[in-house]
């Protein structure tokens, strides 16, 4: 075989050689793979190189143990106690640079590498992350609007009532809720906040209820009061007959106030609200005997 034969062929060899090479996101895509259907729900996985080692690779532990692989290959540690001070067994995968095997080894009474500055986070599982709630109920009344997860506001509308329960169910049973329980209502606008932290101690969400609770107005008062025409386009005639009104106030589904008319001292007036957006809006009428809590719809 002559010289330029020979060059050709190491050339062509080198060629099959690169493409072969795996990587390091082919490599996450093999542990990922095997990790799919074993790791617990949540967990962190970090690479500790740009480019898969070229010589033999040796990483100790904090507990001293060393691990020592002879073949290129690109390094992985698995991370699946990540609130958990006490050592505990961890996982190292290391996938094989020409063709992809995959070699695991655990450490027992570990606390992973000794500097995990090194090590580059590449994969967190989505469970970790997860602050929102699966659930969020209320002992009395009805949430506005209806409970949806990504829906973070809410407003309740009551009539003299002097306590409530609220339930809050993480969507991760391992993250950590706070404000929900039984709490005293004082006559008025009661703000409640339900904070939820995900599993990784970072991600945080609030959901927030505003409690509108009204003081009673006797039946008798109720049929003395009229808003109208609901729905509405822009005019919202309000007659309280025998009733002066004192103040109107329009609240959007989130509690906020919208639409504000103050010592009204009448028992008959108009309201403009077509500055509004098209929506479901609370309407509170106060008067010298109480006050008066009904829905509009704005077209």
């Not at 209320?138 to 209806?146: D, F, H, K, N, R």
């Not at 973070?152 to 993250?175: C, D, G, M, Q, R």
């Not at 932290?197 to 008798?220: C, K, M, P, Q």
Request: hydrophobic residues 40%; negative net charge.
């Amino acid at each position: 075989m002559n010289k330029f034969t020979l060059s050709i062929l190491i050339l062509f060899v080198c060629a099959i050689s690169l493409q072969a090479q795996i990587t390091q996101e082919q490599a996450k895509t093999i542990v990922l793979e095997y990790l799919q259907n074993e790791v617990t729900p949540s967990y962190f996985l970090y690479t500790n190189a740009q480019e898969p080692s070229e010589e033999n690779i040796v990483l100790t532990t904090l507990n001293e143990e060393i691990i020592e692989i002879e073949y290129a290959c690109w390094a992985f540690y698995l991370n699946e106690h990540p609130n958990l001070n006490a050592p505990c067994q961890h996982r190292y995968l290391f996938v094989k640079e020409d063709d992809g095997n995959l070699l695991e080894l655990i450490t027992s009474n570990d606390l992973g590498p000794t500097d995990l500055t090194e090590w580059t986070l590449v994969y967190v599982s989505p469970e970790y992350m997860d602050a929102t709630l699966s659930n969020l109920s209320i002992s009395v009344g009805a949430l506005e609007p209806v409970f949806s997860n990504d829906i973070y506001n809410y407003v309740v509308n009551l009539v003299e009532k002097e306590e409530i329960t609220i339930t809050a169910t993480p969507a991760n049973p391992s993250a950590i809720v706070s404000g929900a329980g039984t709490f005293p209502l004082e006559i008025g606008e009661n703000n409640f906040t339900i904070h939820v932290i995900a599993e990784d101690n970072i991600t945080e969400l609030d959901y927030t209820i505003v409690i509108n609770n009204a003081l009673g107005v006797s039946e008798t008062d109720l049929s003395l009061i009229t808003l109208i025409p609901n729905p509405t386009t822009g005019e919202l005639r309000v007659t309280s007959y025998e009733l002066q009104v004192t103040s109107i106030e329009v609240f959007d589904i989130y509690g906020r106030a919208v639409s504000t008319h103050y010592s009204l001292l009448t028992t008959h007036y108009s309201i403009n609200i077509s500055h509004l957006p098209a929506g479901l809006y609370f309407v509170k009428v106060y008067t010298e005997n109480g006050v008066f809590v009904e829905k509009i719809i704005k077209k």
